[in-house]
């Protein structure tokens, strides 16, 4: 079987506090650092966007 392709890695510098209040979000969720930022993110703009196959994006 083929491996499942990662995405890229993505640097994202953010102030120390915002990071430490993620980890915190995240550590309660029972999510990594990565799942809660993406989560939060899709959170944000599912109104605006339609995921598609988790890998295409459309605008509604």
Excluded: W
Excluded at 1 to 26: H, I, N, S, W
Excluded at 38 to 43: D, G, K, N
Excluded at 45 to 52: A, C, D, N
Aim: hydrophobic share 40%.
């Amino acid at each position: 079987m083929g491996k499942k392709a990662q995405p890229a890695p993505y640097p994202l510098r953010m102030p120390d506090v915002l990071r430490r209040f993620f980890e915190l979000t995240a550590e309660e969720n029972g999510r990594s650092l990565n799942s809660e930022l993406v989560f939060r993110l899709e959170a944000c703009f599912k109104k605006e966007f339609v995921l598609l196959d988790k890998k295409e994006i459309r605008h509604e």
